[in-house]
């Protein structure tokens, strides 16, 4: 990029952040959000892309945590506002988005410029991104839940990677007894435990790994069950009998508390998503080199399970800039961009075509083990009325989290405040 034009448009996002209004001249926004090295990355690739093209592009720095994120998107798009663009989405809003009316149909855009969606994973396109026919949204990255843990403290104390949440307890006590000797601070396991969509991921973790789930043969909702009843009360056990997670599970915890914890040399296992792991390894990191990845725990007579997550990109139908915005998402979705999304920040590319790249396979150890968890992916449900659904469930989750309910009596509260929900959008 030319220096006056990077001076150019720093002035332009200063204006728009000292003055809160949008400035009046030509460019592209494109609102991302996570951790500071993946808003970095973007920055750098975006940078790349106006080097290439001569278009100017303003990053909108979005928070990590998805419920703000979502926030962040509404507001201008309830208000048909022009900005952003084009921007990312949690792979649980794009119904939402699609029913709202705010995604410009991506069939013209992909014939224009001649994107394949071939590469992509027809099942995940098929649920997510197409509606009626239409396709709106294009898989940047999936996500999937993760156990990341201490190598070097599990060999030192004898232990094995465990496999069910039993054998993830027993160690994790035995060890954090010990390793609290020196560190007060230390704990068996992290994961996210606050009130935000992250608990609902959790959560699906662990009652489908004990057979449960909230989606049942027939498609409907059902959080009631002894599965699910089972889980909850072995997230709360976690914390409160077993005390390997810390207090501020169900206050703070949501993936960047989790990620700091642990890189700090505070927790045994971590619950989290592929992101962690370049930042894990990083040069800074204090546990560089000593980290491992595995599937998530299951009950002892259950099967391994991981939340599919995942953040897809789309086009503002309000934006004044569609073209540029059309030759951004190529760019986003290519090979290229793809590849060096994965080898720089370890995550899932969205092309299926990427899991075959040799360079991607060995710096990214955990794509084998992606490939196992999304055999067994719990998907969330994606109806349009997602995000109220999920806002009883975290309420309630929430609430046995913090002892003030038993599974048993919030799981039957929940079901029937999501029977109401549903009736009120007449699904
Ligand atoms: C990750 C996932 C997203 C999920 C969120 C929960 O960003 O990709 O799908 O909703 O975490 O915190």
Not at 229 to 239: G, R, S, V, W, Y
Not at 305 to 321: K, N, Q, V
Request: aromatic share 12%.
């Amino acid at each position: 990029m030319l220096a006056n034009q990077k001076v150019y448009i720093s002035l332009v996002i200063s204006a728009f952040l000292i003055f809160g209004c949008k400035p009046d001249t030509a460019r592209l926004t494109f609102a991302v959000g996570g951790a500071s090295n993946e808003i970095e990355f973007w920055e750098k690739i975006i940078g790349e892309f106006t080097d290439s093209t001569g278009i100017a592009v303003i990053v909108l720095r979005q928070p990590t945590d998805t419920d703000q994120r979502r926030q962040g998107l509404v507001i201008p798009l309830r208000s048909r506002q022009r900005d952003p663009d084009i921007f990312l989405m949690d792979v649980v809003w794009v119904g939402q988005f699609v029913v709202a009316d705010w995604l410009e149909p991506l069939d013209s855009v992909i014939m224009a410029n001649d994107i394949d969606i071939g590469n992509f994973f027809e099942p995940i396109i098929d649920q997510v991104d197409t509606y009626h026919d239409k396709l709106y949204a294009l898989p940047v990255y999936n996500d999937c839940g993760l156990l990341y843990y201490r190598r070097d403290l599990l060999e030192k104390y004898g232990f094995r990677s465990p496999t069910t949440w039993q054998e993830l307890i027993e160690s994790a006590v035995s060890i954090q007894e010990r390793e609290r000797i020196k560190n007060p601070y230390f704990y068996g396991f992290v994961w996210q435990g606050a009130q935000y969509e992250g608990l609902i991921c959790n959560f699906l973790e662990f009652a489908v790994s004990n057979n449960g789930g909230i989606i049942d043969s027939g498609g409907s909702m059902i959080v009631h069950t002894p599965q699910n009843i089972e889980a909850t009360k072995l997230m709360h056990d976690i914390i409160y009998k077993y005390s390997i997670s810390p207090p501020n599970t169900y206050t703070e915890m949501k993936e960047e508390e989790t990620r700091l914890t642990f890189e700090k040399g505070n927790a045994l296992y971590e619950r989290n998503w592929p992101y962690a792991w370049g930042l894990h390894n990083g040069e800074e990191s204090p546990v560089r080199g000593k980290v491992a990845v595995t599937v998530l725990p299951r009950a002892n007579n259950g099967q391994h399970a991981s939340t599919l997550g995942g953040w897809h990109i789309g086009i503002s139908r309000f934006s004044d800039r569609r073209t540029e915005a059309s030759m951004l998402l190529k760019f986003v979705l290519s090979y290229e961009t793809q590849k060096n999304l994965a080898l720089m920040l370890g995550w899932n590319p969205g092309r299926s075509d990427l899991y075959e790249d040799e360079d991607i396979n060995a710096s990214v150890p955990h794509l084998n083990i992606l490939k196992k968890s999304f055999e067994n992916a719990a998907a969330r449900p994606t109806t349009p009325f997602y995000t109220q659904i999920s806002d009883v469930l975290q309420k309630h989750l929430s609430a046995v989290l913090s002892g003030e309910s038993s599974p048993d009596e919030a799981l039957l509260k929940a079901q029937h405040e999501i029977k109401e929900t549903l009736k009120r959008y007449h699904e």
